[in-house]
């Protein structure tokens, strides 16, 4: 069964302070691996996917990075208005249902002014 | 606003009832898919949606819970005699094509509360 693990479940961070955020997964065969972003009372907010292994994808302050058994989001110098959950899913070839997104529970990131 | 849209965003039933919810996916989008997200728990798949046609409801209860997306019109995800295991956050996403070389794009989502 595919698996996702994200760390930390939270994160305080003051503005300017960079960090990263990590997401384990455990999956047979990996078709992509997606990062979301969630605020309160909203629905996921599409970030980023990454396909293989050493690919990087950047906008504004995040950064993802994708390895065989993990993805890290690192923000760089963040803002107050980066703060809200942040969420990473996969797709794996499953028996055929390579549509099912399979998340992690996520890490809530709060930054402080 | 061209993303995707569910409606009512909070729904209250008592126990018994049927809830209904309600889901317009994106312009140009065929693919709909329904997730629940309980209490401290991450989005779980529910089903796969094409124009009428379910694709995969294999993560949907298969007591009281039925979803179709029909040739004209929203799709629905149905709640017959809700319990008070149902409360949840239910969302929709969209895709324009099956694979995952498209991300899935989630509405707001319908909070569902059971009294």
């Known amino acids: 069964e595919d698996q996702v693990t994200q760390s930390p479940e939270a994160l305080r961070l003051q503005e300017g302070e960079s960090s990263s955020l990590n997401c384990s997964y455990t999956v047979s065969g990996l078709r992509g691996l997606f990062w979301y972003r969630q605020d309160p009372g909203k629905g996921p907010e599409f970030l980023f996917t990454?396909?293989?292994a050493g690919e990087e994808k950047e906008k504004e302050r995040l950064k993802a990075t994708l390895t065989k058994k993990e993805s890290f989001l690192h923000i760089t110098a963040p803002k107050p208005e980066d703060s809200a959950t942040y969420l990473c899913a996969v797709q794996a070839d499953s028996g055929g249902s390579n549509y099912k997104l399979t998340f992690g529970k996520g890490t809530l990131l709060t930054v402080n002014p | 606003n061209a993303g995707v849209m569910q409606n009512p965003r909070h729904l209250v039933r008592r126990r018994g009832q049927e809830a209904r919810l309600r889901c317009s996916p994106m312009k140009g989008h065929s693919h709909v898919y329904w997730y629940r997200q309980l209490p401290e728990e991450g989005l779980k798949f529910m089903v796969y949606?094409?124009?009428?046609?379910?694709?995969?409801e294999s993560g949907m209860p298969k007591e009281r819970f039925s979803a179709e997306f029909p040739k004209e019109g929203p799709s629905i995800l149905r709640i017959q005699q809700v319990v008070r295991g149902d409360s949840a956050a239910y969302f929709c996403?969209?895709?324009?094509?099956?694979?995952?070389?498209?991300?899935?794009?989630f509405g707001d989502g319908t909070r569902l509360s059971i009294l």
């Open positions: 990454l396909y293989s």
């Open positions: 996403a969209s895709s324009p094509v099956r694979e995952g070389n498209q991300p899935q794009h």
């Open positions: 949606l094409q124009k009428e046609n379910i694709i995969d």
